[in-house]
C-alpha cells in the first residue's frame, strides 16, 4: 500500500484541501469545514493531527501547506480517486452520476498493482467523468458557465462539485464534460445552453457556477466560490 500511515480520515481530508489548492482557493481551515461541512473544531483537530504526522504545516496565518510527503499523498488519493471513477464508467458500465461515492469508498484500499491495472484498462483517459485531470497539474484554465454571456460558444469542461445529488441533477440537464454548444439563455431563473446537437440543457444560476467552461468570448477569469466548488456532501445549504 502507498498509504502505510495514513488513515481514512487523512486521506479525506487531504483530498479537500488538494481539491481547494487546484480551485485556486485558500487552504484554510475555514475552507475546510466549509467544504466539508464539518465544524471548525472538529477540523482544527484533524488538522493538528495532519501537522504531527508530517503532512502539512501551518503558518502563522494560519494557511496551510503540504509538505512533500503530504503533496505525494493528496496526490495519490485524489488521482486513484479520478482513475476508479474512470474504471468504473468506462469498462464496468455504470452512470458517471453514480460513480463519485463509490470511488470514495474504493481510493484508500487500492494497491499500486491494481492501480498499475486500471490504468491499464482506462486506455489513454485523462480525466475523470466529471473532467478532472488523473494527473495532478494537467487542469485547464475555465471559467463559470454562470459568468458566460448571450450568444457565446462554449464547451464544457468540468464539474468542480462532485456531491452525488448534484451530479443527478447535472446528468438530468444533459450536460457533460467535453459538450459543446451556444449559451442561449441567462438571467435570474435559468442558465440554458444549447448543445450543438439541438439540445437544450437548463441548469439553475447556482449550479451554473459550479460548471467550468471555455467559452468565445470569455468572460473574465474568477476565483471559484468555496462553499460552491468543492466536495460537499450535500449540495445547495
Ligand atoms: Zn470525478
Given at each position: 500500500?502507498?498509504s502505510?500511515?495514513?488513515?481514512v480520515a487523512e486521506?479525506?481530508y487531504?483530498?479537500?484541501?488538494?481539491?481547494?489548492?487546484?480551485?485556486?482557493l485558500?487552504?484554510?481551515?475555514?475552507?475546510?469545514?466549509?467544504?466539508?461541512?464539518?465544524?471548525?473544531?472538529?477540523?482544527?483537530?484533524?488538522?493538528?493531527?495532519?501537522?504531527?504526522?508530517?503532512?502539512?504545516?501551518?503558518?502563522?496565518?494560519?494557511?496551510?501547506a503540504?509538505?512533500?510527503q503530504?503533496?505525494?499523498?493528496?496526490?495519490?488519493?485524489?488521482?486513484?480517486h479520478?482513475l476508479?471513477?474512470?474504471?468504473?464508467?468506462d469498462?464496468?458500465?455504470?452512470?458517471w452520476d453514480?460513480?463519485?461515492?463509490?470511488?470514495?469508498?474504493?481510493?484508500?484500499?487500492?494497491?499500486p498493482?491494481?492501480e498499475?491495472r486500471?490504468?491499464?484498462a482506462?486506455g489513454?483517459?485523462?480525466t475523470?467523468?466529471?473532467g478532472?485531470?488523473?494527473?495532478?497539474?494537467?487542469?485547464?484554465?475555465?471559467?463559470?458557465l454562470?459568468d458566460?454571456?448571450v450568444?457565446?460558444?462554449?464547451?464544457?469542461?468540468?464539474?468542480?462539485?462532485?456531491?452525488?445529488?448534484?451530479?443527478?441533477?447535472?446528468?438530468?440537464?444533459?450536460?457533460?464534460?467535453?459538450?459543446?454548444?451556444?449559451?442561449?439563455?441567462?438571467?435570474d431563473?435559468?442558465?440554458?445552453?444549447?448543445?450543438?446537437?439541438?439540445?437544450?440543457?437548463?441548469?439553475?444560476?447556482?449550479?451554473?457556477e459550479?460548471?467550468?467552461?471555455?467559452a468565445?468570448?470569455?468572460?473574465?477569469?474568477?476565483?471559484?466560490?468555496?462553499?460552491?466548488?468543492?466536495?460537499?456532501?450535500?449540495?445547495?445549504?
Amino acid at each position: 500500500m502507498t498509504s502505510e500511515s495514513a488513515t481514512v480520515a487523512e486521506e479525506e481530508y487531504l483530498q479537500i484541501l488538494f481539491w481547494l489548492q487546484e480551485a485556486g482557493l485558500g487552504m484554510t481551515g475555514a475552507n475546510v469545514a466549509r467544504a466539508m461541512q464539518l465544524s471548525a473544531p472538529t477540523v482544527h483537530e484533524m488538522i493538528g493531527r495532519l501537522e504531527r504526522d508530517g503532512y502539512v504545516t501551518r503558518g502563522e496565518d494560519k494557511a496551510i501547506a503540504f509538505t512533500a510527503q503530504g503533496a505525494e499523498q493528496a496526490e495519490g488519493i485524489v488521482r486513484r480517486h479520478r482513475l476508479i471513477e474512470r474504471f468504473l464508467t468506462d469498462v464496468l458500465g455504470i452512470p458517471w452520476d453514480e460513480v463519485h461515492e463509490e470511488a470514495e469508498r474504493l481510493e484508500h484500499a487500492m494497491s499500486p498493482v491494481l492501480e498499475q491495472r486500471m490504468l491499464a484498462a482506462v486506455g489513454d483517459a485523462k480525466t475523470c467523468p466529471h473532467g478532472h485531470p488523473i494527473v495532478a497539474g494537467a487542469r485547464l484554465a475555465g471559467v463559470p458557465l454562470a459568468d458566460v454571456q448571450v450568444g457565446a460558444r462554449v464547451r464544457v469542461l468540468r464539474f468542480e462539485n462532485e456531491a452525488e445529488d448534484l451530479l443527478h441533477y447535472l446528468k438530468g440537464s444533459g450536460l457533460e464534460p467535453g459538450l459543446e454548444g451556444t449559451l442561449e439563455r441567462h438571467d435570474d431563473e435559468e442558465v440554458v445552453l444549447r448543445s450543438a446537437d439541438g439540445r437544450r440543457c437548463a441548469v439553475t444560476p447556482s449550479v451554473a457556477e459550479t460548471v467550468s467552461v471555455m467559452a468565445d468570448p470569455s468572460p473574465p477569469p474568477r476565483t471559484a466560490l468555496p462553499e460552491q466548488l468543492v466536495l460537499g456532501r450535500r449540495y445547495g445549504r
